[in-house]
């Protein structure tokens, strides 16, 4: 079955730092990624998403994501952080053809501390 | 431009009752879904509707229903509410293509007391 894993709970950095929040799959063909935010009170927002081509994917916000498939990795990252990124970020995949469930991770809160 | 609307945004529950979330979407999108989201566990899928006139158990389908009402409307029922369904709920769309990234309505903060 298909499925990805935040390892982190809660990544703080400061202001200004880059960041990277980590992003592991596992899918048995080729994997459609996703990355969300949540700010609270709010429903999950649309950041970036990987289907195929570049291994680099360039999203809203300044946000981009990193595949590495021999790490089966797809690692959020931005190179300067605000304090208003501070929020909860999901990574997800989209399940096997025919159904496209979309499988999320436990998710992944981000503090930027000024 | 509307996209995914969810009513209520809260709702209160006495323990037995029963109660409908509604979700509509004007993105013209195939597919549907409700998920929970309780602290820690991330987002899990209840229901999802694949296309109008199909809907499928998701991973915690275990005392809800749902209906696709038409390609536009999604609604997901607890007939006899209980408190371990306290939860924040989220109703999606997306186009039927595995390309597609999902859109998420705000959410109804439930309450089974």
């Known amino acids: 079955a298909q499925s990805v894993a935040q390892p982190e709970d809660q990544v703080n950095v400061a202001e200004g730092n880059p960041l990277t929040v980590k992003c592991t799959y596992s899918?048995?063909?080729?994997?459609?990624l996703f990355w969300y935010v949540q700010y609270p009170n709010r429903g999950l927002q649309f950041l970036l998403k990987?289907?195929?081509?570049?291994?680099l994917v360039k999203g809203s916000y300044g946000f981009e994501a990193e595949f590495n498939k021999s790490q089966t990795s797809f690692h959020l990252k931005k190179p300067s952080a605000l304090v208003s990124d501070s929020a909860l970020y999901f990574c997800a995949v989209r399940d096997a053809p025919g159904t496209y469930k979309y499988i999320f991770g436990t998710g992944t809160r981000l503090k930027v501390l000024a | 431009n509307a996209g995914v609307t969810q009513t209520p945004k809260f709702q209160v529950l006495k323990t037995g009752q029963s109660m409908t979330l509604q979700c509509a979407q004007d993105?013209?999108?195939?597919?549907m879904y409700w998920y929970r989201q309780d602290p820690g566990m991330g987002l899990r899928l209840i229901y999802y509707?694949?296309?109008?006139?199909?809907?499928d158990k998701g991973e915690v389908p275990n005392g809800y229903n749902v209906s696709r009402l038409n390609k536009r409307e999604f609604s997901l029922r607890l007939e006899s509410a209980a408190p371990s369904q306290t939860s924040v709920y989220f109703c999606a769309s997306s186009v039927l293509s595995p390309e597609g990234e999902a859109f998420f309505g705000q959410g109804t903060r439930l309450t089974v007391v």
């Open positions: 993105m013209n999108h195939n597919s």
């Open positions: 509707s694949a296309s109008e006139g199909t809907t």
């Open positions: 899918v048995s063909g080729n994997p459609y």
């Open positions: 990987y289907i195929t081509g570049d291994n």
